[in-house]
Structure formats: C-alpha cells, structure tokens
C-alpha cells in the first residue's frame, strides 16, 4: 500500500494540503500546471474583508510548503492519467513516463473566473471601458502599469464615475449559472473602497441583486464601504451602451424605487463570478469521480463528508467544490489533510 | 458643438478603435448562426408593410425573381395567404387557439405546394410562427388538438415545417451576390467616398423572442441588418439605445391614450444615435418602419427638433442601390422623412415629378383633390409646384 499523496493543483487550497499533510508526516506530491505556485491568489493586490497582501500571502505558503521536506513541487506540468485503486494509483505527469505511485488524490483544482463577454448585454471584450474585476485588481495593482493608479482604458483619464456591476455571469438561469459564486460581493466591496480611498472624488456606484457579506469581518466592511460614500443601488443592470466618447451608458433597475433608471459612467467593472475550472471536466473522467449538475465537483455526501469525492481515495480542497474565500480554501487543506491521513491510517489497519 | 458630438464626426470612426473593439464585435454574433436554407421558400407577405409602404414589399418578388429563388409566385389565388392573426392575438382581442390554427392552415397550404421553408415578411408574424411552432414542442398533444380542429374547419393536414425564416434571412444569406452581380450602388458618398453610417433596428420580435435560435447573430449584437449595412459599403453604428423598441406595441396601437409612448420611444432612440450622424435608419420590421418614419414628424411637431433621418427597409434599401426607380418601384414617396438626401449622398439619380404618378406612369385622377387638401392644411407637396 503506498502512503503518499497526489495534490492536483497548487494554489492556496493546494498548498495548505501538502503543508498539513507534512506535518502529520505523510509525503505529497503538488503538482501544479502553470510555472509557479499561488493559482488565482497571487494576482490579488489586496484580499479581503482585512486588506492584506495576496501576494505576501502566497509567498508566506510557498515557503511553507517549500521548507516542508515530505512535499516534492513540480510545477508547469499536470497529471495525465491515474490507474489503479485507492492506496494503489499510478499517476503519470504530463507526457512523459514519469509516474507517481499514490495512496490518495487530492483535487484542488480551483475554478475559472466567469467569461464575461458571454454576458453580452454589457459590452465586455468590445467596449474597452468595461472592464472585469480581475482587471480592475490589476489597475488597483501598484506593481502593475498603472502603479496602482485608476486609468480608463480608451484614454488614460482617471474616472470620475465608475460603476460596479455585481452578480455578472452568477445567479443567472439564461446562463445556466444559477449559484451564487459567494466571493464577487465582497470582493468588489474591497475594490469599490480602494477606488474612493486613492481617488476621493470619484463616485463609486454598485448595482447588487443582494449584497451577501456572510463572513467575518465581511458586512464590517460593507459598512464601511457605505460610510465612505459609496453607492449601492439594489437592482439588476440590463445592458451598457457607449457614447462617441467612450463614457458608458448604463440602464439598470432600481428595485427599491421601483422605476428603470439610467446613467453615465467612465469607467463600468463587472464583478464576474467564478465557474468550475476548464479541465474539471477532464480530470472528472480521468478519476472517475462525478461532477454535480453546477460543474463543480461532486462531495459523497454534502453534509457528512464534504472534502470525499464520489470515489474512495479521491479528496477534494478548496473552489473545486464550490467558491469560497481564502480562509475557508485553508480551513479546507487541513480537514482535507486530516479526512486523508485518517484514510491511510484505516486501510493500513485494514491490511 | 459638444465633446461628444465633435468626436461623432468621421473621425470617431477611426478614434473608435479605442473605445470599440471592432474585432470581438463581430466575434460575438457568430455564436448564433442559424441555418437558412439555399432556396424554396413559402414567401408570406406582412398586411402592415403593403399598406405603409407598397414599394417594399412589390421588392421583395422583385429581388427573388432577381436571385432566380425558387418560391411560391404560382400559388392559386383561392388558396393565398391569409394574415397569420397575430395583430388580434397581440392585442388581446383573439386567443392562441385562433392563431395556432391559422399559423397550421398556412403551414398546410405551403406543404401542399411542396415548400419546407416559411419566409415571413413581417417581424410580428415571424415572432407568431416561431412561438407556435416552439409550442407544439413544449405542450404534449397540441399537435393532435391543432390537427383535429383543422380537419374540422377546413379539411386540411398539416406537419412542422422544417424552417421558419424571415425574409431579412434570405437577403442576408444572398446579400454578397445582390452586391458583386447586381448592384449599382454602394453605401458611400460620392462626394467623399466615406462609408455611410447606418443604425440597425432589428424588430423586438425577431430577435428578442426566441435569440438563441432564431435571431441571426442572437438577441444583443444581432447581424442580420448590420450584416447588409456592412456588405453592401456602409458602417453600422452602434448606440446606447440600440436595443430599445420602436415603442409600436400594439396596446398602444389600439389605445388611443397611450399612443405618446410610441413617439417618447422613437424619441429617446432619436436623442441616442443623434451624436453618432447616422445617415440612415434600416429595419425589418413593417411596424418599426412605420413608427421611426412617422414619429420623426411627430417629434418635430411636439418638439421642433428635426431628425428627419431617412428610414428604410432593408428591401428598399436593396432596390435603391440595385439602381431601381426610387418611385416607380422602390416607392419611396410613401415615406414621411425623405429619402432623397440619401440618394443625393449615394448619387443615385431621381425625378421628384414622378412621385405622384400612378400606374404605367398615369397621373392619379385624385391628385388635383390631394393638392388642394394640402394647401388646405398649410402644408407642401413633395415633388408637385404650388399653383
């Protein structure tokens, strides 16, 4: 029976994984797929609801996970194929012979941020003044071209309006994304308030269907976010338009006032949610898991056993499952850690 | 002159690379291809657009004879088209029963002729055809309840038809042929040579009932009419309230009362591509036709704002550059905004003295009457001297 443990991805679900799993004394491989480790957390200038370095965050896991002698790091490649049964899988890396015999798998394949070009009514990918919030984090980015400066980008101008369009690509039946992707709320809370925090003059206005601020520290900051003059109008935007000068137009619904309502804005960022990853999919057959009717991974059991997949010997971590934000993608690597370790112990004891 | 009405000028078109990706512009509507068939169409003509404009719809013959189409020119009389009842159905004043029982009576009579394809001229009975045939597939045995009530009224079968277009289909599948073999014009001014701006108005009820398979283009960036505007040398224009409705609506076609929706529509349309100078308004819908034409002069009575932006159908706009008589037969004196600065733009060449002229160019018996009304009113006659 082998007793090490194949973690399919390496962003902070996947690291915490491997760094939980040394510390119980079982050996990991972390396979991640581009050069370097992080996934979708290292882009993040700031995270949320305390405002911390998303980058300080991953390098403080990486070297964790780097300093963990039971954890082997391979990065840019993937795992291609697994055989086998639980406590006896070969997975094989990229194209190559290369294989890994594996007790465990543990998937911690994140999720993909929603296309929001498939959102048509807002114009995104032919307006260039709309943008995503993954853009938006890249102008708020000091370390990125604009130093962390608001720049619209038809022009250059910093935006005096800028709108916030919650809920883009989530809670969506035309789309078939009828879940709540959890994190976008928040998220662009965090944005709207580093907007007016460099650039207070500018008018920050959010269009929300609800605002769902569930964790700690979340609705503190929301509250915040209000107290500073931030404007959150409740009602779905039906679609963007652009003038001769870039400005966009926005025609929206205010649910409270009951009436249709319109607006100019410089600048629109789309809050997109987040869809299971591209390859879940694939990897899904490649294990013989199942993928629940959302196209994130299905649990054995929701309730019992949230971090089993459908296969024994198959663990799941982080937004594989569903969205979720950071602290909770680290709550789930130690109880995916500890849900694997009582595993082995059991089939040892089983032998 | 405004910022914004400064870089609406010629030069918007070149600036807009900066606020316009023309690129994923024509991306995005490739998602909703929709399969149009080559050839054999059962042509139903819209009651609406023959009245309003005549010309138009004597084009559309006219354009598939042209294309050599093989369509229903040689239906009996007796077992013609009937209108597909969709004005009383959207007005509330006839039941879905009444409609889908015409709609299957049409359908028989074109099988019967030997046509798989339902060519609709009329966005509205485009909308009404698709809506019927999309409830025999979601409604378990409405077909037998149809297919018995049919047998009961007038003896007659009928099946699915295999496609519904509308003709604005056909003219869009055909539409680099009517350009390389037949056309005489393009879409530029002479004078110039600048590409011709132009607003699309796709009717509500071609691309907004059922977008992801019967809208060419689907429902936010639909191609049907850009796609002519481009082929055939002109730009399409896109503005904020591209998508909004012409505000026909026939609630307000039938309520007196409401009717100021209509014109605040066309208005608030009006107001939006303004800075964008279009130079034309294109549709394929018989009532958008007749409300953005008509409403410009409403809006100039209530308002004084003159628009007067030349509106029309995409038939029209075919015959014009084909080199057909803009009156003889593309009949354009039917609108109310004029034409005829577009053909000065086009240079398409025009006599205004033939637009009161009748049948093989006869003088019409009543138009010493008509003159006469009209100087009553206070008003001119386009193309007849004052006495």
Not at chain 2, 91 to 100: C, K, M, R, W
Not at chain 2, 295 to 308: D, M, N, S
Not at chain 2, 322 to 338: E, K, R, S
Not at chain 2, 366 to 386: F, K, N
């Amino acid at each position: 029976m082998e007793r090490k443990v194949v973690i399919l991805g390496g962003g902070v679900a996947g690291m915490q994984t491997a760094i939980a799993l040394n510390d119980l004394g079982i050996s990991s491989v972390l396979v991640e797929k581009e050069q370097e480790l992080g996934g979708r957390v290292k882009n993040y200038d700031k995270t949320f609801p305390f405002f911390h370095s998303g980058k300080e965050l991953v390098k403080e896991l990486e070297d964790r996970v780097r300093r963990a002698h039971l954890v082997e790091i391979r990065c840019g490649t993937t795992v291609s194929h697994v055989e086998g049964q639980a406590t006896h899988f070969q997975a094989r890396l990229g194209t190559g012979s290369y294989e890994i015999p594996a007790g465990a798998v543990v998937v911690a394949t994140g999720f993909e941020p929603f296309d929001a070009s498939l959102q048509e009514e807002y114009g995104y990918s032919i307006y260039k003044n709309v943008i995503t919030a993954t853009e938006l984090e890249r102008l708020l980015d000091p370390e990125e071209l604009t130093q962390g400066e608001i720049r619209r980008p038809s022009d250059g101008k910093i935006p005096q309006r800028v709108a916030i369009v919650f809920c883009v690509g989530s809670r969506n039946e035309k789309l078939g994304h009828n879940y709540c992707s959890r994190i976008c709320c928040s998220f662009s809370t965090k944005q709207a308030i580093e907007i007016k925090e460099r650039h207070p003059d500018t008018v920050v206005t959010c269009f929300y269907i609800d605002i769902r601020t569930y964790g700690r520290g979340f609705e503190e900051m929301y509250r915040r976010a209000q107290e500073m003059g931030i404007i959150y109008i409740r009602g779905r935007v039906a679609e963007c338009g652009v003038l001769p000068n870039g400005d966009v137009t926005i025609k929206a619904e205010d649910t409270f006032l009951g009436k249709p309502i319109q607006g100019v804005f410089d600048l629109v960022s789309l809050s997109h949610g987040m869809t299971p990853a591209l390859d879940a999919p694939k990897i899904a057959t490649m294990l013989d898991i199942d993928v629940a009717e959302d196209g994130f991974f299905e649990c054995r059991d929701k309730d019992l056993y949230p971090n089993d997949a459908t296969r024994e010997g198959v663990f799941l971590a982080g937004a594989a499952i569903g969205m979720k934000p950071i602290p909770d993608c680290i709550a789930d690597g130690n109880a995916v850690a500890a849900r694997v370790a009582a595993f082995l112990a059991e089939m040892q004891e089983r032998n | 002159m405004d910022e914004r009405q400064m870089l609406s000028q010629d030069e918007y078109m070149t600036r807009q690379t900066n606020i316009y990706n023309v690129e994923a512009r024509e991306n995005i509507w490739r998602r909703y291809i929709k399969e149009i068939p080559e050839d054999g169409y059962f042509l139903l003509p819209s009651c609406v657009l023959a009245v309003g404009y005549p010309g138009s719809e004597a084009t559309i013959p006219r354009l598939f004879d042209l294309l050599d189409l093989d369509w229903n020119w040689n239906l009996k009389p007796e077992s013609m088209c009937t209108c597909c009842s969709g004005i009383a159905y959207h007005g509330d004043v006839d039941t879905i029963e009444s409609t889908l029982l015409t709609t299957a009576r049409l359908w028989s009579v074109a099988q019967e002729a030997g046509y798989e394809t339902i060519a609709v001229a009329c966005v509205t009975s485009f909308g009404v055809h698709s809506e019927c045939f999309d409830l025999y597939r979601e409604e378990t045995g409405l077909k037998q309840k149809i297919d018995k009530l049919l047998m009961e009224a007038c003896g007659r079968k009928f099946e699915l038809p295999r496609y519904i277009v509308h003709v604005s289909d056909v003219i869009y599948k055909h539409r680099l042929r009517l350009r390389d073999e037949f056309m005489t014009y393009q879409l530029i001014e002479k004078e110039t040579g600048r590409p011709l701006r132009g607003v699309d108005h796709v009717g509500c009820h071609y691309n907004k009932l059922f977008p992801l398979e019967r809208s060419l283009g689907g429902g936010e960036y639909c191609e049907v009419l850009s796609g002519m505007i481009k082929a055939w040398g002109g730009k399409e224009i896109d503005y904020p309230e591209r998508r909004h409705c012409c505000g026909m609506g026939f609630r307000q076609c039938m309520l007196t009362p409401n009717r100021g929706f209509t014109a605040a529509s066309v208005n608030k349309k009006m107001v939006s591509m303004d800075p964008f100078e279009p130079d034309f308004i294109v549709t394929n819908c018989p009532g958008c036709q007749v409300y953005l034409d008509k409403e410009q002069w409403a809006i100039k009575e209530l308002k004084g704002k003159e628009y007067f932006i030349p509106v029309l159908t995409y038939m029209e706009l075919a015959g014009l550059l084909m080199g057909w008589d803009p009156y003889d037969i593309v009949g354009i004196q039917f609108h109310t905004v004029p034409v005829e600065p577009l053909l000065d733009k086009i240079g398409i060449p025009y006599d205004e003295s033939r637009s009161w002229l009748g049948k093989d160019g006869q003088t019409l018996p009543c138009l010493d009457e008509l003159r006469e009304a009209t100087l009553a009113a206070g008003r001119t006659m386009r193309g007849i001297p004052l006495p």
